[in-house]
């Protein structure tokens, strides 16, 4: 089935660095859009970064010139370089793409999340 799976969260201490990966997988016949979300405690899950298609990126602004994130097309990969990290990026982040599984059909698709702890 199609599916993808996160990996790289951890605990960093404020000022280091950690990157997420995600691996989408299954019958695919072509990815949109890809991106990470995060959801923190208490709070509503809130766009971090997404790449298009096309070369279209966005960052959240909190996130701007700190997190960048890359995709790799030919892999089904996506992936998200933070730095920097402050103890308010402490939250559960996943992984979403909207993928074409047939030629009529597309749907969104979102990963399992992965923990990042930024803490002394």
């Known amino acids: 089935q199609v599916q993808l799976v996160e990996s790289g969260g951890g605990l960093v201490q404020p000022g280091g660095s950690l990157r997420l990966s995600c691996a989408a997988s299954?019958?695919?016949?072509?990815?949109?859009?890809m991106g990470w979300y995060r959801q923190a405690p208490g709070k509503e899950r809130e766009l971090v970064a997404l790449?298009?298609?096309?070369?279209?990126?966005y960052y959240t602004d909190s996130v701007k010139g700190r997190f960048t994130i890359s995709r790799i097309n030919a892999k089904k990969t996506v992936s998200l370089q933070m730095n920097s990290l402050k103890a308010e990026d402490t939250a559960v982040y996943f992984c979403?793409?909207?993928?074409?599984?047939?030629?009529?059909?597309?749907?969104?698709?979102w990963g399992q999340g992965t923990q990042v702890t930024v803490s002394s």
């Open positions: 790449v298009s298609s096309g070369v279209s990126i």
């Open positions: 299954g019958n695919i016949l072509s990815i949109n859009s």
């Open positions: 979403r793409a909207i993928m074409k599984v047939s030629d009529t059909d597309e749907y969104e698709y």
